[in-house]
């Protein structure tokens, strides 16, 4: 009995192992690889992968411990979109013909980028080998876009951009040559404060520090397809399957530019839901009033609700710079995933017979304090010279997406 308890026990713990190895072997096998977790053999030869970086005579694989995300950022899942006009072109254009699309994930900036961010970036700029007084004041915002000579609004070409009290209003009179140059030195001085932060070699690649999933993607300005497709927030409309039974006109529900609930948005029924021009010569309602906005130039760029996606001002308060060159007809070109106009190519500037279209200008959108509730609706477009710059037209920045850790 002794001799039969033994060989049963052997037998029976000598099966578990057996089971273990063989869920353990298919386990191997079939184990899904991530970014964060990639095994250690490749599936390909089954060679082992080294995680020495000291280590220059074997095939290295880095593990990506986070995903690299910047501040203030929010995140934008993509998928298909309807863009374009979905209310009547009063302006006769025509040139933003509905069309559906697909827009890849990425991140966008919860808010237009502020005074206070702007001047961050001079001063940063300022603290820079090589970099002359000169491109530093041609890096400023143009005051003079406050000047009128039949107003009094040349206070704010002395205090709107310089006034504490301002810091958190959308930063004015930029370019879209400049706001590149602010997206530029954004990526620059985000990566250099994620180096520092994380204590690597400074003699790093920027192709090394890509490698090793500590690099932030650039900032950038959104292209077109991309802003519209974030103001619309059409998550807000979404139901259980990929039916959208209303579209929307405005970043919101509804057909005006007041909220027609109750709770919904942090405000009360009725509230205006932006920033805007309400008709001629009225930028704010009467005082007292329980509809005036209470907003007469640009505002904190919190005052007024989120959309869906979490992005504050996408209708109102300020006109926003896109990438793309301005052309009536991109609809026709585009491309149906990840649209972008980088050039007139197939719509040649020569075809217009003015000078007023060419590679030089480029799309802004969105409405602003000085608009009528026309030019909120996320498809209308407007441009300018890329040079040019005015106090309604801000920025905000957007960064794409990549793999995260656990794909």
Same mark, same amino acid.
């Given at each position: ?51 020495? &970086?000291?280590? /220059? ?32 072109? #009063? ?14 994930? *990425? !991140? ?6 502020? +005074? ?10 300022? =603290? ?46 930029? /370019? ?5 140059? !602010?997206? =530029? ?42 802003? &519209? *497709?974030?103001?619309?927030?059409? #998550? ?12 929307? #006109? !405005? ?13 919904? @948005?942090?405000?009360?029924?009725? %509230? *205006? ?17 329980? /509809?005036?906005?209470?907003? #007469? ?11 869906? *996606? ?35 190519? !197939? ?5 217009? +017979? ?15 304090? @000085? ?24 920025? @905000? ?8 850790? %656990?794909?």
């Amino acid at each position: 009995m002794k001799l039969g308890n033994k060989k049963f026990h052997f037998s029976f713990f000598a099966g578990l192992a057996l089971l273990g190895f063989l869920f353990t072997s298919c386990g191997n096998q079939t184990s899904r690889r991530t970014a964060s977790d990639p095994g250690g053999i490749s599936a390909s030869t089954g060679a082992r992968y080294s995680f020495d &970086e000291e280590d /220059s005579t074997s095939f290295q694989v880095f593990r990506l411990p986070r995903e690299v995300v910047g501040p203030r950022l929010v995140f934008i899942q993509g998928g298909r979109a309807v863009l374009g006009s979905q209310e009547q072109d #009063i302006m006769g254009f025509r040139d933003n013909v509905e069309r559906t699309v697909t827009i890849a994930s *990425f !991140y966008m900036d919860e808010t237009e980028v502020t +005074n206070v961010d702007y001047k961050e970036f001079l001063f940063n700029m300022a =603290k820079r080998d090589g970099v002359s007084a000169d491109s530093i004041q041609k890096l400023e915002p143009n005051e003079k876009v406050w000047d009128g000579t039949m107003s009094y609004n040349d206070v704010y070409a002395t205090y709107y951009f310089r006034y504490p009290g301002f810091n958190f209003y959308p930063v004015a009179g930029v /370019s879209w040559v400049q706001a590149n140059a !602010y997206s =530029k030195w954004r990526t620059a001085y985000v990566n250099e404060l994620e180096r520092e932060k994380n204590e690597l070699d400074s003699a790093l690649t920027q192709d090394q520090l890509i490698e090793r999933g500590s690099v932030f993607p650039d900032y950038r300005l959104p292209n077109e397809a991309e802003w &519209e *497709f974030a103001a619309k927030a059409m #998550i807000g409309t979404q139901y259980m399957d990929e039916n959208q039974e209303n579209g929307r #006109i !405005y970043p919101w529900d509804g057909r005006g530019p007041r909220n027609p609930y109750n709770i919904k @948005r942090k405000s009360r029924q009725g %509230d *205006f839901l932006a920033n805007f021009k309400r008709g001629r010569g009225d930028y704010a309602g009467i005082p007292g009033s329980v /509809s005036n906005d209470g907003e #007469i130039i640009p505002t904190n760029v919190y005052d007024f609700p989120a959309n869906d *996606f979490g992005l504050y001002n996408m209708a109102g308060n300020m006109n926003e710079w896109v990438q793309d060159v301005y052309r009536p007809l991109s609809f026709q070109d585009f491309d149906d995933l990840n649209p972008l106009r980088k050039d007139g190519v !197939y719509d040649d500037e020569d075809t217009y +017979n003015t000078t007023l279209i060419d590679d030089n200008y480029r799309v802004y959108k969105g409405g602003s304090w @000085r608009d009528v509730a026309y030019w909120l609706a996320p498809g209308t477009r407007r441009f300018m010279h890329q040079d040019s710059a005015s106090n309604h037209i801000g920025f @905000r920045c957007a960064m794409i997406a990549v793999g995260g850790k %656990d794909r």
